[in-house]
């Protein structure tokens, strides 16, 4: 049976807090084990937007699997994207925002059961959550005995800090909290789900949690689902048709902290433009240039005084495009218009960049154009990114 949200909504916002799942009467029918229940999860404050799209692919096969071993009906909440790291605007108010404003939440709900954290609360009301569970890693063992790779998990003493308010939410709180030591893959916490028996649950530093299989028909069925929103596909094809008539080749250059985060990846200015202008010289037909980039303006400028006499764009939003979309949406013009170009260059290691390519494949975009990265500077022995090739 596949419950809509809608068709709870009166029944889980009942004032009645002692809802049992043993079977609910409505209307003079029993709802037996048939109220969905609710996995909600959040990430390591410092990780980017990019890392996050990647743990939701995994919490999502976990929510497959879910519904697969479990009586229940399991939803997955969507986590809000909140005051990024990266999200570097200091006038704007970027806390607690929806994924509708970055995807089309319809397509991925064809894929996975999600809801967004406003229509969790409509269902769910303030009731607190059956649990919260930290995740963290197994302590490290003596250096002399094997590193042990296996799956497990374990009820433990909590090594770091617990939260205390998921996105500055002082109404979501739990009736118990558990650390758990954790090594393994998303589908593993299905275990921990058993032994709970919770109706709703939070999972935190869900990134503990790693892929059943990376790369496989699921992962792609899923990231295929996570299509951005039709109105930044929107800007991004207006940016396009007023600026870039002909084909352009993009490249994404990562800077700020992947300077300091991974110094051996990341090229000089000077270097950069040379490794560009190097790849034009072997595409006669390319003469425009799309930078996507993190760099400060002035390291921008740099780059476009090296570049000439090519033609060389970058998206620049004015201020109520700026309000609507947030740095968020910017960066995703940015990685909409760097997967519509007739080649790429990302910056080795930059899940900003794997993204790119991950949005070329299922655009089916021949692969030599994609899996291409820039060269630090004094790298005797320059490696290309892995071909993760789309798999139907
Ligand atoms: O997306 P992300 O996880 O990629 O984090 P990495 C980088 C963020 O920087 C993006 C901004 O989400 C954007 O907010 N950014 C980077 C850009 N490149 C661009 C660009 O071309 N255009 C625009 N508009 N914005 C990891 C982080 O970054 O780097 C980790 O996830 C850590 O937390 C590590 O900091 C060193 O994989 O590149």
Redesign the pocket.
């Known amino acids: 049976v596949l419950w809509t949200a809608v068709q709870f909504e009166c029944l889980l916002c009942a004032d009645d807090n002692s809802l049992s799942d043993e079977g609910e009467t409505l209307a003079g029918h029993t709802v037996l084990n048939t109220l969905p229940r609710y996995i909600l999860y959040d990430v390591n404050k410092?990780?980017?937007?990019?890392?996050?799209r990647d743990v939701f692919i995994r919490m999502a096969s976990f929510i497959h699997h879910m519904n697969k071993v479990s009586d229940y009906h399991w939803i997955l909440v969507l986590p809000p994207w909140h005051r990024?790291?990266?999200?570097r605007s200091s006038n704007l108010v970027q806390d607690r925002v929806p994924w509708s404003l970055f995807f089309n939440v319809d397509s991925i709900k064809n894929i996975v059961p999600v809801v967004e954290l406003h229509e969790f609360f409509q269902m769910n009301g303030l009731r607190p959550l059956d649990a919260q569970v930290t995740l963290q890693d197994f302590n490290l063992k003596s250096f002399d005995q094997y590193p042990d790779f296996s799956d497990k998990w374990e009820i433990a003493n909590c090594k770091g800090q617990v939260q205390k308010e998921f996105w500055n939410l002082n109404n979501l709180t739990f009736t118990k909290s558990l650390c758990i030591s954790f090594q393994g893959i998303s589908t593993l916490l299905a275990d921990i789900v058993k032994e709970l028996e919770p109706r709703t649950i939070i999972f935190d530093h869900a990134e503990l949690a790693l892929h059943n299989y990376y790369g496989g028909q699921e992962y792609w069925r899923i990231r295929k689902s996570m299509q951005f929103s039709n109105n930044l596909h929107e800007i991004a094809k207006e940016f396009k048709k007023k600026n870039l008539k002909q084909d352009y080749l993009c490249a994404?250059?990562?800077r700020?902290?992947?300077l300091y985060?991974?110094p051996s990846d990341v090229p000089s200015i000077n270097n950069t433009a040379k490794q560009i202008i190097e790849k034009l010289s072997l595409m006669s037909n390319i003469k425009t240039i799309y930078i996507?980039?993190?760099a400060s303006k002035k390291e921008f400028e740099e780059l476009n005084n090296y570049l000439q006499p090519y033609e060389v764009f970058k998206f620049e939003a004015d201020e109520r495009t700026l309000n609507n979309v947030l740095?968020?949406g910017?960066?995703i013009i940015?990685q909409i218009i760097c997967s519509q170009a007739k080649y790429f260059i990302g910056?080795s290691?930059?899940?900003?960049?794997f993204r790119i390519q991950e949005e070329r494949e299922i655009l089916r975009l021949p692969v030599e154009t994609t899996f291409n990265s820039f060269c630090g500077d004094n790298i005797v022995k320059c490696t290309q990114p892995t071909k993760w090739r789309f798999v139907e």
């Open positions: 410092p990780e980017g937007f990019n890392l996050r990024l790291y990266h999200w994404h250059l990562r700020r902290d992947f985060g991974h996507a980039t993190d740095d968020g910017v960066a940015d910056t290691k930059s899940t900003f960049s």
